[in-house]
């Protein structure tokens, strides 16, 4: 593509008077007014009065415009994208497919209940599946993404524990290691966060954590594999610290994909938790939206879970038919105007459903084993701070060598290059130079490997030729955007 020319914003193409279209010739006189008096008038203030300022451009120069402009975005469909943290980069085809029926696109969110039992019948599958997935007794899918998910689970704990009169449970134990959600949701929930730290391994220490324990906590959030892609060995024992101090555990589910079919959080002791469904179950999720995190909480918290809920009941006929339950008293009230992300609701039930209980099982083991065959495979070359295996992400603590000023950003950059989205970069926080690599369980040994050998070669640059890394990417349309200047002072018109 001829980037000079195509890759400029559409307003510098414009030309005056330049066009792709003709409009028929208006019949209307100037001065006709309509017989009808009932048409509203435009008020005064809301007329234009000058012409708004379009790009004139004709067509051809438009269509290259866009299709070059697509062709700039990186995505799963154009290459490998290890990012960790994010888990479930595939999105099957046959999931959009079934999310774009139109019998689903075309329904109303306020149409009656009669009207759309189809939808409701999805809604209330796929909440029943995720309950046996998660060993949970009940599934709202109501909330819109991961933190929507923890807020909601969360409000749910603190409603048992104001239930019970126990008012002065308002600590949220969070591990060092947690995602930046976590924290987050606690306070917006009104709740104090309480930062319990990891042992050299990675994992939680049960030792720091016990004397945390008392009658003010509310909950231990955790994540299990955590942020860095640990299996978390002691859950067991932490849940009944918890539970033995009156507190109740609540399971971060984001990285819930290797331990899918295979390990229960509700078995592990957990008593509510989050599922990302734009992350385990599909549906593209870059650049942050659509999502879905749907809230399980296991039997005796049902009652505190967000309205509008979904209730399967017998029809007249004596066959199955689904209600609406809009009004419960201990219930949180509604967390969303409708029944949360139907399409990405949708794009979740035919993942499970195309897998089936046996696919479901093999995505953790294959996702467990790509990501060690990278770790392996580069630990040479790449400071691993913490050994052993690993699930389904690992984190690296940049290069070795450190003495060729080569960071994480550079070799983040240089990847772009050979066409790799870049890894996770400096987080978890636990790590200067923290570089999270997340394969996922879809991608094949060929695409594994290549990108080995690139992480190899960008490793040998930096011995050899650390300039090359240092002042990467060299072929990207866009190289060092200023990303501060970006976030502190964003444009977002433009202007001639
Ligand atoms: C992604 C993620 C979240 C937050 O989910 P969002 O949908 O982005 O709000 C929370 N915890 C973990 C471990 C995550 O990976």
Same mark, same amino acid.
């Given at each position: 593509? #001829?980037?000079? /020319? &195509?890759?400029? @914003?559409?307003?510098? *193409? !414009?030309?005056? +008077?330049?066009?792709?279209?003709?409009?028929?010739?208006?019949?209307?006189?100037?001065?006709?007014?309509?017989?009808?008096?009932?048409?509203?008038?435009?008020?005064?203030?809301?007329?234009?009065?000058?012409?708004?300022?379009?790009?004139?451009?004709?067509?051809?120069?438009?269509?290259?415009?866009?299709?070059?402009?697509?062709?700039?975005?990186?995505?799963?469909?154009?290459?490998?994208?290890?990012?960790?943290?994010?888990?479930?980069?595939?999105?099957?085809?046959?999931?959009?497919?079934?999310?774009?029926?139109?019998?689903?696109?075309?329904?109303?969110?306020?149409?009656?209940?009669?009207?759309?039992?189809? #939808?409701?019948? /999805? &809604?209330?599958? @796929?909440?029943?599946? *995720? !309950?046996?997935? +998660?060993?949970?007794?009940?599934?709202?899918?109501?909330?819109?993404?991961?933190?929507?998910?923890?807020?909601?689970?969360?409000?749910?704990?603190?409603?048992?524990?104001?239930?019970?009169?126990?008012?002065?449970?308002?600590?949220?134990?969070?591990?060092?290691?947690?995602?930046?959600?976590?924290?987050?949701?606690?306070?917006?929930?009104?709740?104090?966060?309480?930062?319990?730290?990891?042992?050299?391994?990675?994992?939680?220490?049960?030792?720091?954590?016990?004397?945390?324990?008392?009658?003010?906590?509310?909950?231990?959030?955790?994540?299990?594999?955590?942020?860095?892609?640990?299996?978390?060995?002691?859950?067991?024992?932490?849940?009944?610290?918890?539970?033995?101090?009156?507190?109740?555990?609540?399971?971060?589910?984001?990285?819930?994909?290797?331990?899918?079919?295979?390990?229960?959080?509700?078995?592990?002791?957990?008593?509510?938790?989050?599922?990302?469904?734009?992350?385990?179950?599909?549906?593209?999720?870059?650049?942050?939206?659509?999502?879905?995190?749907?809230?399980?909480?296991?039997?005796?918290?049902?009652?505190?879970?967000?309205?509008?809920?979904?209730?399967?009941?017998?029809?007249?006929?004596?066959?199955?038919?689904?209600?609406?339950?809009?009004?419960?008293?201990?219930?949180?009230?509604?967390?969303?105007?409708?029944?949360?992300?139907?399409?990405?609701?949708?794009?979740?039930?035919?993942?499970?459903?195309?897998?089936?209980?046996?696919?479901?099982?093999?995505?953790?083991?294959?996702?467990?084993?790509?990501?060690?065959?990278?770790?392996?495979?580069?630990?040479?070359?790449?400071?691993?701070?913490?050994?052993?295996?690993?699930?389904?992400?690992?984190?690296?603590?940049?290069?070795?060598?450190?003495?060729?000023?080569?960071?994480?950003?550079?070799?983040?950059?240089?990847?772009?290059?050979?066409?790799?989205?870049?890894?996770?970069?400096?987080?978890?926080?636990?790590?200067?130079?923290?570089?999270?690599?997340?394969?996922?369980?879809?991608?094949?040994?060929?695409?594994?490997?290549?990108?080995?050998?690139?992480?190899?070669?960008?490793?040998?640059?930096?011995?050899?030729?650390?300039?090359?890394?240092?002042?990467?990417?060299?072929?990207?349309?866009?190289?060092?955007?200023?990303?501060?200047?970006?976030?502190?002072?964003?444009?977002?018109?433009?202007?001639?």
């Amino acid at each position: 593509m #001829n980037r000079e /020319l &195509y890759g400029k @914003l559409v307003f510098e *193409l !414009s030309r005056q +008077g330049r066009r792709g279209y003709r409009l028929p010739d208006n019949h209307i006189p100037d001065n006709f007014t309509p017989a009808d008096d009932t048409v509203p008038e435009i008020p005064d203030n809301l007329l234009r009065r000058d012409a708004l300022t379009l790009p004139e451009c004709d067509e051809l120069t438009v269509v290259r415009h866009y299709n070059n402009m697509s062709t700039n975005n990186f995505g799963v469909d154009t290459g490998f994208y290890p990012l960790g943290s994010c888990t479930m980069k595939y999105n099957p085809k046959i999931n959009e497919e079934m999310a774009t029926h139109r019998a689903f696109t075309r329904t109303h969110p306020a149409a009656p209940q009669q009207d759309v039992q189809g #939808n409701l019948k /999805l &809604y209330h599958t @796929l909440q029943t599946y *995720l !309950s046996e997935i +998660g060993g949970m007794a009940e599934f709202t899918l109501n909330p819109f993404a991961g933190a929507h998910g923890e807020l909601t689970g969360l409000m749910v704990i603190r409603a048992y524990h104001d239930s019970r009169n126990d008012r002065q449970r308002r600590k949220v134990i969070v591990p060092d290691s947690a995602h930046g959600t976590n924290p987050a949701s606690a306070a917006v929930a009104g709740l104090e966060v309480v930062e319990v730290k990891s042992r050299p391994d990675g994992t939680v220490d049960v030792d720091d954590l016990r004397p945390l324990l008392d009658e003010t906590v509310a909950a231990v959030m955790m994540t299990n594999p955590n942020t860095l892609g640990l299996f978390e060995r002691n859950i067991p024992e932490i849940a009944r610290l918890a539970h033995e101090a009156g507190a109740l555990m609540y399971y971060d589910g984001a990285n819930l994909n290797p331990m899918l079919g295979i390990a229960r959080p509700g078995d592990m002791g957990f008593d509510v938790m989050h599922i990302n469904l734009h992350k385990t179950f599909s549906t593209p999720h870059g650049g942050g939206g659509p999502g879905s995190g749907p809230v399980g909480v296991r039997a005796g918290l049902e009652q505190f879970l967000p309205l509008p809920r979904v209730e399967k009941i017998e029809a007249p006929d004596g066959g199955e038919a689904y209600r609406l339950v809009t009004e419960s008293t201990e219930a949180l009230g509604a967390v969303s105007a409708t029944l949360g992300n139907f399409a990405v609701q949708a794009r979740a039930l035919a993942y499970i459903l195309s897998l089936g209980s046996e696919g479901l099982m093999q995505v953790g083991p294959l996702a467990t084993l790509n990501a060690n065959y990278i770790k392996e495979s580069l630990k040479d070359d790449y400071l691993l701070p913490i050994e052993g295996v690993c699930k389904h992400e690992f984190v690296f603590d940049g290069l070795r060598d450190k003495s060729t000023g080569v960071t994480t950003l550079n070799i983040a950059k240089r990847l772009l290059d050979h066409g790799y989205h870049a890894p996770t970069i400096y987080f978890p926080l636990l790590f200067h130079e923290s570089l999270m690599i997340e394969p996922t369980e879809t991608e094949s040994k060929e695409t594994l490997d290549s990108f080995i050998e690139v992480m190899h070669d960008i490793a040998r640059e930096a011995r050899e030729t650390p300039d090359v890394v240092l002042t990467a990417p060299h072929n990207t349309p866009i190289a060092h955007p200023d990303d501060t200047a970006a976030a502190l002072n964003p444009v977002t018109t433009f202007t001639l």
